[in-house]
């Protein structure tokens, strides 16, 4: 751990050596982080991510932790939580306004404001946990609405440090699928633009929403949908018409109330998670030729586990 003293005082007290990982993922699995650092500011992502170049570490970024999966053995190098690094700016327009929030920013506190503001666009996000970083990632969405949508310009940090701006023609948007997702960089914040509303039409919108999560199971943990929705079809359905409900591995079970959940009774592992994932491909397969891709992401070594079959 020589390298430790290499970090210079400003960042230093940013890091922890093996915290686990599993009190930051909602599904509660995961190992231990070799290293783990939460930044504060944008300077100190920048500091983080020019160390991890320069010493040539491998490094991964977790935000809110609400659609990963993360080794039993944990992560090599550094982790970087983003969740401390915070703010939303904006200016109204005419009917438009634009927002300019940093990749931290939960998105739960991004509608709370457009509630109170009277601005709409991000109703469909009532309901989805974690961080606008990771919903930019996966473009996250529900019932045909998707964060892209609402992209001017993305401020992305590249592995050596270097922060660009990144506007919306220049990143492909397509079902839970971002471009920048798939590239070695950090996401540093984002620009949106919404539409001025008024409270009340935005809180029916949030509730219109949120009512067509009543057949979810709440209060449990999980990562939401496991399985992206083919073409044209229904990941839940499929599952659920292969018998995939109550499927166990050790603590994880197939929920019964969705089948496209996987929840964590408690003590199920990550290895737990991924023989049910597996097992449930191979049932849908079995039963209706579907392959089924996964929504959730993979750190670390699982990159294996992302290829059907
Ligand atoms: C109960 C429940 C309901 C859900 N409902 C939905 C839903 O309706 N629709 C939906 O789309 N999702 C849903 N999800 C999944 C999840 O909440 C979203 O995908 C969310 O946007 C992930 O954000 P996060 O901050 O938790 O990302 P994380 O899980 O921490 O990370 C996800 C991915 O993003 C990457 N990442 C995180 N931050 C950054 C960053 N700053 N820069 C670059 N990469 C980054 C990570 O490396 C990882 O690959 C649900 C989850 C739960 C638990």
Redesign the pocket.
């Known amino acids: 751990m020589r390298w430790l003293s290499r970090l210079s005082p400003e960042i230093r007290h940013l890091f922890s050596f093996r915290t686990y990982l599993n009190d930051m ?2 599904l509660g699995t995961g190992g231990p982080a070799e290293f783990l650092a939460k930044p504060l500011t944008q300077k100190d992502l920048v500091d983080i991510l020019t160390f991890c170049h320069e010493e040539g570490f491998p490094f ?9 999966l993360v080794p039993d053995e944990g992560l090599p190098g550094i982790t970087i939580q ?1 969740k401390g ?1 915070n703010g939303i700016f904006w200016e109204e327009k005419g009917d438009s306004v634009i927002v300019y929030s940093v ?2 920013t939960f ?1 739960a506190s991004l509608l709370g404001l457009s509630l109170r503001r009277g601005w709409s666009g991000l109703e469909f996000t009532a ?16 019932d045909g609405f ?1 964060l892209g949508d609402l992209v001017r310009n993305v401020k ?1 940090i590249q592995e050596d440090g270097i922060v660009i701006d990144r506007p919306r023609h220049e990143i492909e948007f397509s079902y ?1 699928f971002s471009s ?2 798939t590239e070695k ?4 914040g984002c620009c949106l633009v919404l539409e001025r509303s008024s409270p009340f039409e935005v809180a029916e919108e949030v509730r219109r929403f949120l009512s067509h ?1 009543k057949g ?3 209060g449990v943990k ?4 496991i399985f992206k929705n083919p073409d044209g079809a229904s990941a839940g359905k499929l599952l659920d018409e292969a018998g995939c409900k109550g499927m166990e591995s050790g603590g994880a079970v197939v929920s019964m109330k969705h089948a496209n ?1 996987i929840e964590n009774r408690g003590s199920a592992s990550t290895k737990d998670i991924l023989s049910l994932i597996e097992r449930c491909r191979t049932k849908v397969f079995q039963n209706s030729g579907v392959k089924l891709v996964t ?1 959730i ?1 993979f ?1 670390g070594d699982l990159s294996d586990a992302e290829t059907p079959f």
């Open positions: 993922t909602t991964w970024l977790l935000g809110g932790g609400s659609n990963v983003t690094l990749s931290g998105l309901g989805i946990p974690g961080t606008l970083g990771g919903a930019l990632a996966g473009n996250a969405g529900a998707s992305v839970r920048i997702g960089v950090a996401i540093s999560r979810q199971p709440r999980t990562a939401g949908c959940f929504e992401r750190l």
